[in-house]
């Protein structure tokens, strides 16, 4: 198995007529991500790529089994959308745009939350779980496999750049990822970290995860609380970058909208030191995730 | 998040029937001077800049004439505040303090929920006052679907003694704060101290307000109070960021190109996307390197402004070597990448044989990019190395450049 996308996933893309959702959508039915249904206000009855569109959600219902949707409508558009995909029972969607208004973001996390909706993002580049050969938005781009390979081990990040990254490294090691999931880099998202680890717990696939952390939220504070309670029990390795964030005066932005150093919670030391006494294996150097993993993996 | 400036500020509480002093910004001592004359003495003159705690750097002085008017003016306007030289004064009508509360809107990140905070003590550091005294100060969510009902107000003020005529103007106070923080896009909204004269009106003394840039497409009228990218800076922007931002801006439609400049260092950084640039600085300053600035290139940025960024990065004084990586990327192409980097450092006539260049940039395109790296002259690295691998490399070519690197300022 793995977690949140695989072979049971049915999807539909929001916004497929745009530039970037018809490239995606090709590269994602080349992956082999069954991707079912598109909907442009406007443009039903045309298909992209062979998938049909609608002009609303609803009407794609009546043809199809949705239970995944990706948002790619611009940022305007983005609060409507998100409601359209909760109102007619989407259960995981993916907002790849980024630069929401947070009124908006607020607006729309309220009523997913309060349904059982699962929103990965704003801000993510998607989600990838290699063995089902499923993949949701631009994650590894046209050479998928250069990054992404079958594994079992689950790579959580903000950033999508990274998602890709630790993914590689992963490989490097000599294993292969069960899903990748790229969270989302802005101040309010939908899926925090601490929220992933009890689906990979429950993955019988999924033997440890990779946690790429930043400066800013109380992210690795929930996570370590997961891990002390037991309901994260397999291995965790982290690394955590920006550390020199705090030698700088407070109030900038550095990373992701989210990467503000407020309290000391949010500091890379005060995570490292709380992620290492919850029984985390944090790497010094990013290159320490190699031999971590295979300690944590012999 | 941009700030709005406390006379911007003011001017669109009072439009949301929010009462303030009378009050009139000026940009030199004598309209000061002639201001005062106007609104009447006292009057408090005060600096704006977008930063707080001016009152602790002494750029909020009292006059009680038009001499002193003119003499605390002058003295202000002469004043540099956090960096921020001050270029315009308000003098305001200075109130008669019958007692001061506080009250402010913000978007509550963790609980992912507008918060009300309140506080029937005003003029006071917030976030001591909670520690301190936690029963004085009250948060209150806010589903922003539902809104703020009327009652909600009331209880607020109730809950913290508010009574009688206070309870009831403070409250309505509150409904009108809490629609223009709606209506103006606003993540943080505060009025500190929100003062009772001894007239018994209500009036806001104090106004800080930031707005979410993200919304500032649907804000068009506040496009002149708000300075873009003065989110990312605890001083203001230099030059080089301002040109830096214009030259982003210029091609809004892909891709981001940010720039931070530092004090000293000796590397340019031009590295990518938002986690892998903090990794990167962390690593280069891990391996001895000294960054003359920060960068976040990510969302598949075309070859022009890939072009201003590194022109702008090696334009700054003291910059005696590149540095240029990012993570395995999903979609920016390292072909436009190469383009944009080879153009500038041709631009500016600089030979990367002899000034040092690391490159490692794998992803998109990247046998494209490779191949103009390679006939450019550069050393290129893809996903035959990692990201420390990187660092490493690049501090090694400095050092073997400049054998005294090691002795160079700013070196521990």
Redesign the interface.
Known sequence: MAILVGKGSQVLIQGITGREATMVTKQMLDYGTPVVAGVTPGRGGQNVDGVPVYDTIKAACKDHQLNTSIVYVP??AVLDAVLEAVDNGIELIIIIT???????A??L???AQARGVQIIGPNS??IISPAERCKLG??????VE??FVPGTVGVI??????T??CS??VK?AGYGVSTSVSIG?D??IGTKPHTLLPLFEQDDLTEAVVL?A??G??FEEQVSASLESGEFSKPLIA?V?????EH?????????A??MIEGDAGRPSSKIERLSQAGALVAE???EIIPLLQQALR | MARILEDHGKGLLAECKIPIPTGKAAATAAAAAQSAQEIGFPVAIKALVPVGKRGKAGAIAFADNEKEALDRAEKILGMTVSGYPVEQVLVEQKLAIAREIYLSIT?D??A???AIVASSLGGVNIEQLSREHPDKVSKTHI???VGLPGYKAIEIWSDLGLTGKLLRQASTILIRLYRMF?RY?A?LAEINPLVLTEEETIVAADCVLNI?E??L??QPALADSVQPGS?????PLTELEKSLIEASAKEAYRGTARY?EFDGGDIGFMC????????L???L??AGGRPAN?S?I??NPPESKVYSLCKGILSKPGVKGLFLA??????TQIDLMAKGVVAALDEMGIDPKVFPVVVRE???HDEEGRQIFIAAGIEYHG?DI????AALLMVEKMRRAYPDYDQWEGAE
């Open positions: 940022p305007a980024e630069n929401i208004p947070q009124m908006d607020l607006k996390l309220q009523p580049v998607g631009a994650i590894g781009g046209d050479k250069r990054c990040s903000r950033s999508g750049g990274m890709a990254e590689w490294m490097r880099g101040a309010l790429f930043e400066p939220t109380g690394y970058a920006g550390r020199f964030t700088l005066p407070s109030g900038t932005v550095f990373g992701h989210a990467a150097q990013f290159d | 978007i990140k963790a992912q929920r507008v589903d922003p679907l709606v896009d993540t979410d993200n919304a497409y649907r989110d990312r800076a605890w001083r931070t990518g996307g938002g986690g892998a640039s903090l990794l600085m962390d690593a300053s891990r920060y976040e990510g969302g990012h993570n395995i990327t999903n979609n794998a992803g998109t996903d990692t990201l420390d691998e």
